[in-house]
């Protein structure tokens, strides 16, 4: 029960973190990316990525939007710079393949202002704003032991970089698998020059006015400018990370089921134990008149009662261990999540953990019911009692139904 609420509650965080400020997420309302293919309005990139926008596309794209009162701003993107520390005359090993972002630090990102962890909430233009500044990511800042005023040299140019700051890695969230293992880098668009950059844009970031429609300006985009790449919009990506979230939810739920399954085998074993210690006590009770029916009730309330108690420590278990969990989440994925109770996580283990309780308790509280009178007279030689085969078969049944039960609602089929 632990382990389902703890990776419940994993993934529900996962799935608040992609289904919520998408726009945040995205640094804009829509994103235009060059198709692939060399045309009027995008060609292959000089920098070693895959293509940039035209001197045309970016004209075009910015026409239309000044039409429509929407704001433009453009991004270029490479991995081919690597980073290495300055350590007096010695120059450290250089980071391998640091995927730079050359951005306009006044108008990027769009939404919520992306602000620095060192020094503590500084917005990147003021830090960007002086000459030869870099801000890297706190991975890769970790990586490299590097630290606000360090100096690095970047690239083949031989003028030496200062970090202004470091920034969390989430910023970037829905970068490459760069950024996610080696982090990142964010320059001034100043520094193309120096650092012998392609200035062409690779990705065009959109923020529409209040109020606007985004497939209506999605839809005005592909009808006035023809031959454009690829463009995602927030109504889309919120459509893709709600099946991601759905995909992810049933993976881990999952595993918390495995987990579930793998304890019940010790609900058997306990219940097995309780009735063999108690097989005198049954046949005083069967002596007494208590029917064999009455006796598997009893049993199979206390182990439903058993499913209860043990259910509400494993919440609260559950709840201590999923602070644990998301940290390990967020360090595998490089996102920052937020911790919150979740009452489907603690609904999901509550109600599992008294199910699987009593589906896997029946087949012992049968046993109990085999327990004969006469035990009473010779309690020395008691046999454990055995069920017979109608009785097993009639357990089982059960047990594959609960299970299949209990499978459906974690993992139901759907589109």
């Known amino acids: ?17 992609l289904t919520t400020n998408v726009a945040i997420n995205m640094h804009g309302d829509m994103q235009v990316l060059p198709r692939g293919a060399s045309s009027n309005y995008q060609t292959t990139a000089s920098q070693g ?25 453009g991004t270029s993107t490479t991995s081919s710079i690597q980073i290495a520390a ?3 005359n010695n120059t450290g090993r250089p980071a391998f393949l640091i995927q730079s972002i050359f951005i306009d630090p006044k108008v990027y990102p769009f939404y919520q202002t992306a602000t620095t962890l060192d020094p503590p909430g500084a917005p990147l233009a003021q830090l960007l ?44 969230g829905s970068g490459s698998i760069l950024t996610l293992f080696f982090g990142f880098a964010y320059f001034d668009k100043s520094a193309y020059t120096t650092l012998q950059i392609d200035p062409r844009p690779d990705v065009l970031y959109l923020k529409i006015p209040a109020g606007a429609n985004v497939n209506d300006e999605f839809d005005s985009l592909h009808a006035s400018v023809s031959g454009l790449g690829r463009i995602i919009t927030t109504t889309q990506t919120l459509k893709n990370n709600q099946q991601i979230s759905d995909i992810i939810d049933r ?8 987990a579930l399954l793998i304890g019940a085998t010790g609900i058997i074993h306990t219940m097995l134990v309780v009735v063999r210690r108690r097989t005198v006590e049954i046949a005083v009770l069967k002596t007494l008149g208590v029917k064999g029916g009455q006796i598997t009730l009893l049993f199979l309330v206390e182990s439903i009662l058993m499913g209860v108690v043990g259910s509400i420590l494993g919440v609260l278990l559950g709840i201590l261990m999923s602070g644990a969990v998301l940290s390990l989440g967020q360090r595998i994925w490089s996102q920052t999540l937020q911790w919150r109770v979740y009452p489907q996580a603690i609904s999901m ?31 020395n030689e008691a046999r454990p009692p055995t069920s017979g085969c109608l009785q097993i078969g009639l357990a089982l049944i059960v047990v594959v139904l609960g299970v299949g039960v209990i499978v459906g609602q974690l993992l139901p089929v759907g589109g």
């Open 86 to 88: 300055q350590d007096g």
């Open 49 to 73: 990525g895959c293509c940039v926008f035209t001197d045309e596309g970016v004209k075009a794209i910015t026409t239309w939007a000044t039409e429509h009162k929407i704001q433009v701003t």
């Open 129 to 172: 704003s002086e000459p030869n500044g870099v801000i890297v990511s706190k991975n890769l800042a970790d990586t490299e032991k590097l630290k606000v005023g360090d100096q690095v040299h970047v690239g083949r140019t031989t003028q030496l970089f200062t970090v202004r700051g470091i920034v969390t890695a989430d910023v970037e």
């Open 251 to 258: 993976v881990i739920v999952t595993m918390g089921l495995l």
């Open 1 to 17: 029960v632990a382990a389902i609420v703890a990776l419940r509650t994993l993934a529900l965080s996962i799935g608040d973190t």
């Open 349 to 379: 283990g509550l109600e599992f953990g008294i199910i699987v309780t009593a589906v896997f308790g029946f087949l012992p509280t049968l046993t109990a019911a085999q327990v004969r009178p006469a035990t009473v007279l010779r309690p």
